[in-house]
């Protein structure tokens, strides 16, 4: 059974999917933007991101994923996630497995096997 799927700015996401999302894309989003068309036709990007019961696609321009990175206190100057925030957040939602089995990329180390020191 398909997922489905919403479109959703990101300012209008609650604050647990913000910080699912913080996990999942602990350095940023610019780089895992996907291009799309709207139901207008247009051309626009987003980041995709999946929980158990949605597909989302967030709507994003590279310079808002920017800024929003930029803007957000857990994250430091160099655009990544602080230590201490992902310590919050990955014991908020240690329970979350999509987290786990959806949601891997090369930014972050979900579905690995190995424990950080």
Do not use: C, W
């Amino acid at each position: 059974m398909s997922k489905p799927k919403v479109i959703k700015d990101y300012d209008k996401l609650t604050e647990d999917v913000v910080e699912q999302i913080k996990l999942v894309y602990p350095m940023g989003f610019t780089s895992h933007l996907v291009s799309f068309t709207n139901r207008d036709g247009e051309k626009r990007k987003g980041l995709p991101f999946e929980t158990e019961k949605y597909y989302y696609l967030i709507r994003m321009s590279e310079a808002r994923a920017e800024a929003i990175i930029e803007d957000d206190d857990d994250y430091d100057e160099d655009g990544n996630l602080k230590k201490s925030a992902k310590t919050k957040y990955e014991d908020k939602h240690d329970d979350e497995d999509f987290l786990n089995e959806l949601n891997s990329n090369s930014d972050n180390d979900l579905g690995s096997d190995e424990d950080e020191n």
